[in-house]
Each structure stands twice: as structure tokens, then as C-alpha cells.
């Protein structure tokens, strides 16, 4: 994302190290200095969404070598030092072989302090308050929305009038909800069953096929521990497969009826909680017992916090069963737009057309879904799977709250059809689009500028930044590039604002008759809100006056001259 940037001190012959990882060896009377530095806490609990990657304003942000969507809060990937997108940076580090840091971070008697990454080792009143009312009313709310529109046509209002009136009891409720059936459980252990065969068995080929796509075997970015895990990126290929064989079933073999996944939401919603909390409860155990790597876990000896953030950093089993990898991306998301596609065949059946809304629906949302597969690669080093331990919060938020809180949308227009007029049409279209356009290309320009250390033009010019520096806790020092030009320079998380405005596209095309299609947007809004302060926070406590620089640069947040 800019041109090509000098390298902060010009001293060659204490850099070393190819291009992207200079390396700089402070002189001897300078390192005490360099290696000291006072302990910081990274705390980032933040509220549900497994949004896919969303990155946040500035990238690259080097986490402190200590350590979405999407779970139930979230939606980018460099060699030793951990790049997640919270920082629109370049960045370069200097850095020792490990025993001779190790032995410079603890000369003259002083020991570096640890420095906090991912979820937070003490947990204070208000995240545990927060903890636990979602774990309550997170699967309230989900039960809630599926409810309404299976017995009061889609009403938010209507369930709670009958309740406050006496006219209806809560068992008069749960008693007209389908329950568990053998054909649901059938149906979704054969689903995710054949996703982790497409996951594990089958390695990419699609990166041999298609020009640009990154696929097959990537490194992420490096774990609290040091490790590099290893990763098999083939989510494009298991998206077109599973929807070649869909299409293929609907047209040739008629094994199944289209509509399957709406006539059996309900009673899937059942095995999608059981899935839930059966791999969150197992990804604790392990962490307890038999953790991928122990020293990439964390304890607060909170049950429930620990339980909700999760313990261990990387659960796998095998070589190649990543659980964040294979749960925020599989099933939920290759399923995202087959639940559309059998949203827009249970409209055909019942009245005779698909809508021009539901076409609507279906082709933004599946962008969206087919840009998350394409940059699965860049996925790697996002917050997701670079900051997040895993636990419930993905865990359950993977299974249950992505594919029944964001797919509302369609879910509503079964209920009620829109047929929009031409002009809203087009204009919900293009509202669509150019935020999918802002989205991506303000992520492009921040990975251009990232992975060219600037060498490169933004708006047909040379980028403008700020350099920063900041220090590791085993020493390592890193000289980051906050970029001020672009998308970057109007405001400093304005992919939020472009994916903000592809989710009021989404509730627009569901018209104004109820608010439950504008659940989304309300929920984006605050989820994106809350990342930005919470970024901010965190980079502010990492480069200190010289993110009072960048801000005072670029001043506002999500909509550039008001906030």
C-alpha cells in the first residue's frame, strides 16, 4: 500500500536480514536501553460476531512477541513477528537469533517484563458480568429471532404483547417448537462430517487453476509460544464443490428437495447448539489435559471467562485439524449461502417466483462469501486467528450465531416477498457493491502497502505515513508505518465503513414492514464500533505518542469530517 519506505535508521552494517525481515542490531551501549521495557496488559474481550476477517484500521499491528467473522464477535498474516489487521502499517522488525535474544533480554540483571497478548490473564467485574450475560442470552436472543418468525410471521413485538397479556404462557411457546429429529441430526452430521472430509482430505488444486488465488499450504503468523503453524487453504475449493454437488442435486438427481435446510431450520438449530457446545466443552478439556501446545494457553481461574475467551491458542488434532481455521470458516460459512439458495427455493415453491429481493440478498451476501474464500490465505492473520484463544465464543458463535442471526434477511422474505421497484433495486444494488468495493479495496491498499514496504503508489502517487517503533518482550525491535494516504487518509477504520454499508444493503432489500431485518446492521454497527475503540486502545498502549500522531493526522474514525 505505498512507496518504497527507507528504513528507519540508515546504519548498514548493523542491518541484516533479506527484504521484509532487516534486521537491526542496536550497539552495545545502547541495548539495555532497547530491551528494557514496562509491563503492558493487551485486554480485548469484544462482543459476539463471527464476522469473517474483519480487519480493523491500521495494519499491520506486530503483536508483542508473546503470542473475526468469525465467533460470536468476528471477518489478514510474517515470520517471527505476529501481524494481525489492526494496524494500516509496513512493518519491519529487528530481530536476533533466539538464544542470543534470549540472552540480551536479561543482561545487566534485568528481566523483560511480559508483555500481554490475545484474551486477558485477570479478569476484572465488567468483563465477567459481560461473560455471562452473554452466555445466557446469547442462544435466548438466536431462539428468539428463529421463533418469531416461525410462529408470529417474523414480529419481534407480537411474542412478547401475548406474554405481557397473559394471552399466551412460555410453555404455549416452547411447546409449538419443533424439537430435535433423527432426519435433523442425520442431515447435519452428514454435513459437517463431509466438510471435514473436503478440510483435511482433500489438498487444494484450485491455486494451480485460478491466476491470484493463494491456496494449498500457508504458514500463519507465529503463536505466543513462537510456533508457525501450518495450514491447508482450500475453503474456495470446499465452497465450489459443495455448491457444484447442490446445484447438481436441485437440477439432475433430486436426492433432496432445495427447501431441505428451511424445512428443517428449527430442528437444525438444535444439532447446531449441540455441535456448539460440544466442541467449546471439548476445546477446554483439552486445553486442561492434552493441549496442542501448552505454552500457548491461558488461565484466569475463571470457569466462565475461560470457558467464553477459551484456553488454548491453536487447538488441533493431527497435523491439519485447526479448530478456529475449520469453525470459522466451515460449516457456517459454506453453508451461509446455501441457506440462501434454499431461502430462494422455499419462495419459489410458495408463491410461484423468486423476488428480485431475494436475488438481491443472495448475490451481495454470496460476494461476501466468495471474497472470504478468495483471501482465506489473507484470513490467516487476522484477529480471529491470530489474537483469539479458542472457546465458546467461536465455538458456539461458528455453529449457531452466524448461520441464524446473518441470514435473517432471507429468512424474512420467505415470510414476506418484496418486490422492489426498479429504482430501489438498482440503488440497493449499487449501495451493495460500493461498499463490498470499499471494503476490499482499502484492505487491498493496506496489504499493497504492507507487503511492498511502501514500494508502490496509492492513488497514482507516493503513500504518505508515520513511522512508529515499539519494543517486544524478548527484545525484538519493530519500526511500523502508520499509512495516512488512500482510503487510509479519510478515515482510519473506513473498511468498517464499507462493510457497514453492505449490511444496510442486506436489511434495505428486506423493505421497512418489520425491524427484524435491521438486527443486522444494529448489530454491526455496535460490533464494529467496539473494535475500533478497542484497537485503538491497544495500539495507543503500544506506540503511545506516536499513535497520538496518526491520530491527530487522520482524526476520524468511520465517516470521514463526523466521526
Same mark, same amino acid.
Given at each position: 500500500m505505498a512507496a518504497l519506505l527507507p528504513p528507519p535508521r540508515r546504519c548498514p552494517r548493523r542491518f541484516r536480514g533479506g527484504a521484509g525481515t532487516r534486521q537491526y542490531v542496536p550497539p552495545p551501549s545502547d541495548r539495555g536501553a532497547h530491551w528494557q521495557r514496562s509491563k503492558r496488559r493487551f485486554r480485548c474481550e469484544r462482543p459476539p460476531s463471527p464476522r469473517r476477517g474483519s480487519s480493523s484500521a491500521a495494519f499491520p499491528c506486530p503483536l508483542p512477541a508473546a503470542a473475526h467473522p468469525p465467533g460470536i464477535g468476528g471477518a489478514p498474516r510474517n515470520e517471527l513477528s505476529v501481524q494481525v489487521p489492526q494496524d494500516n502499517m509496513a512493518a519491519h522488525q529487528e530481530k536476533k537469533p533466539s538464544e542470543e535474544r534470549k540472552h540480551k533480554s536479561t543482561q545487566n540483571g534485568t528481566q523483560t517484563s511480559q508483555v500481554q497478548w490475545g484474551r486477558a490473564w485477570e479478569v476484572d467485574w465488567f468483563s465477567l458480568a459481560s461473560i455471562l450475560?452473554?452466555?445466557?442470552?446469547?442462544?435466548?436472543?438466536?431462539? /428468539?429471532?428463529?421463533?418469531?418468525?416461525?410462529?408470529?410471521?417474523?414480529?419481534?413485538?407480537?411474542? #412478547?404483547?401475548?406474554?405481557?397479556?397473559?394471552?399466551?404462557?412460555? !410453555?404455549?411457546?416452547?411447546?409449538?417448537?419443533?424439537? %430435535?429429529?433423527?432426519?435433523?441430526?442425520?442431515?447435519?452430521? +452428514?454435513?459437517?462430517?463431509?466438510?471435514?472430509?473436503?478440510?483435511?482430505?482433500?489438498?487444494?488444486f484450485c491455486h494451480k487453476l485460478l491466476p491470484g488465488y493463494v491456496g494449498g499450504v500457508q504458514e500463519g503468523a507465529v503463536t505466543p509460544a513462537g510456533v508457525v503453524n501450518k495450514y491447508e487453504i482450500n475453503g474456495l475449493q470446499a465452497w465450489i464443490i459443495t455448491h457444484v454437488l447442490w446445484f447438481a442435486n436441485a437440477y439432475y438427481f433430486h436426492c433432496f428437495s432445495p427447501t431441505i435446510i428451511f424445512?428443517?431450520?428449527?430442528?437444525?438449530?438444535?444439532?447446531?447448539?449441540? %455441535?456448539?457446545?460440544?466442541?467449546?466443552?471439548?476445546?477446554?478439556?483439552?486445553?486442561?489435559?492434552?493441549?496442542?501446545?501448552?505454552?500457548?494457553?491461558?488461565?484466569?481461574?475463571?470457569?466462565?471467562?475461560?470457558?467464553?475467551?477459551?484456553?488454548?491458542?491453536?487447538?488441533?488434532?493431527?497435523?491439519?485439524?485447526?479448530?478456529? #481455521?475449520?469453525?470459522?470458516?466451515?460449516?457456517?460459512?459454506?453453508?451461509?449461502?446455501?441457506?440462501?439458495?434454499?431461502?430462494?427455493?422455499?419462495?419459489?415453491?410458495?408463491? =410461484?417466483?423468486?423476488?428480485?429481493?431475494?436475488?438481491?440478498?443472495?448475490?451481495?451476501?454470496?460476494?461476501?462469501?466468495?471474497?472470504?474464500?478468495?483471501?482465506?490465505?489473507?484470513?490467516?492473520? $487476522?484477529?480471529?486467528?491470530?489474537?483469539?484463544?479458542?472457546?465458546?465464543?467461536?465455538?458456539?458463535?461458528?455453529?449457531?450465531?452466524?448461520?441464524?442471526?446473518? &441470514?435473517?434477511?432471507?429468512?424474512?422474505?420467505? /415470510?414476506?416477498?418484496?418486490? %422492489?421497484? $426498479?429504482?430501489?433495486?438498482?440503488?440497493? +444494488?449499487?449501495? =451493495? %457493491?460500493? =461498499?463490498?468495493?470499499?471494503?476490499?479495496?482499502?484492505?487491498?491498499?493496506?496489504?499493497?502497502?504492507?507487503?511492498?514496504?511502501?514500494?508502490?503508489?496509492?492513488?497514482?502517487?507516493?503513500?504518505?505515513?508515520?513511522?512508529? !517503533?515499539?519494543?517486544?518482550?524478548? =527484545? &525484538?525491535?519493530?519500526?511500523?508505518?502508520?499509512?495516512?494516504?488512500?482510503?487510509?487518509?479519510?478515515?482510519?477504520?473506513?473498511?468498517? &465503513?464499507?462493510?457497514?454499508?453492505?449490511? #444496510?444493503?442486506?436489511?434495505?432489500?428486506c423493505g421497512f414492514e418489520h425491524i427484524l431485518p435491521y438486527f443486522y446492521i444494529v448489530y454491526m454497527a455496535i460490533l464494529l464500533t467496539h473494535r475500533c475503540i478497542r484497537d485503538e486502545h491497544r495500539c495507543y498502549s503500544k506506540y503511545g505518542k506516536d499513535w497520538k500522531r496518526y491520530t491527530a493526522t487522520v482524526p476520524c474514525r468511520l465517516i470521514p469530517g463526523i466521526f
Open positions: 450475560f452473554l452466555l445466557m442470552f446469547a442462544p435466548l436472543i438466536t431462539y /428468539y429471532f428463529i421463533m418469531s418468525c416461525d410462529q408470529y410471521q417474523c414480529s419481534l413485538i407480537d411474542p #412478547l404483547v401475548d406474554l405481557l397479556t397473559g394471552n399466551k404462557h412460555l !410453555s404455549d411457546i416452547w411447546n409449538k417448537t419443533p424439537g %430435535l429429529t433423527y432426519r435433523a441430526a442425520g442431515i447435519y452430521t +452428514l454435513w459437517v462430517a463431509f466438510q471435514v472430509v473436503l478440510y483435511v482430505f482433500l489438498p487444494d424445512d428443517n431450520w428449527i430442528p437444525l438449530l438444535w444439532c447446531a447448539n449441540i %455441535l456448539g457446545y460440544a466442541v467449546s466443552t471439548f476445546a477446554m478439556i483439552k486445553g486442561y489435559f492434552f493441549p496442542t501446545n501448552a505454552k500457548d494457553c491461558k488461565f484466569t481461574s475463571n470457569f466462565f471467562y475461560d470457558y467464553m475467551m477459551g484456553i488454548e491458542f491453536n487447538p488441533r488434532i493431527g497435523k491439519w485439524f485447526d479448530f478456529k #481455521l475449520f469453525f470459522n470458516g466451515r460449516p457456517g460459512i459454506v453453508a451461509w449461502t446455501l441457506i440462501n439458495l434454499s431461502y430462494a427455493a422455499k419462495q419459489q415453491e410458495l408463491y =410461484g417466483q423468486v423476488t428480485n429481493s431475494m436475488i438481491l440478498v443472495n448475490v451481495l451476501q454470496g460476494i461476501y462469501v466468495l471474497d472470504f474464500f478468495w483471501n482465506e490465505a489473507w484470513y490467516l492473520k $487476522t484477529i480471529d486467528i491470530c489474537h483469539d484463544h479458542f472457546g465458546w465464543y467461536l465455538g458456539w458463535g461458528d455453529c449457531v450465531w452466524l448461520p441464524y442471526l446473518y &441470514t435473517l434477511q432471507g429468512l424474512y422474505l420467505v /415470510y414476506h416477498p418484496v418486490q %422492489l421497484c $426498479t429504482a430501489n433495486a438498482v440503488g440497493i +444494488l449499487l449501495l =451493495g %457493491l460500493a =461498499g463490498y468495493y470499499i471494503f476490499r479495496m482499502t484492505n487491498h491498499q493496506k496489504d499493497l502497502f504492507r507487503r511492498t514496504n511502501g514500494n508502490c503508489k496509492i492513488w497514482g502517487k507516493k503513500p504518505e505515513y508515520i513511522e512508529c !517503533s515499539y519494543m517486544s518482550v524478548d =527484545g &525484538t525491535k519493530y519500526y511500523s508505518k502508520l499509512l495516512t494516504s488512500g482510503f487510509w487518509g479519510w478515515a482510519r477504520h473506513f473498511n468498517y &465503513t464499507g462493510d457497514l454499508m453492505g449490511s #444496510l444493503a442486506y436489511c434495505l432489500a
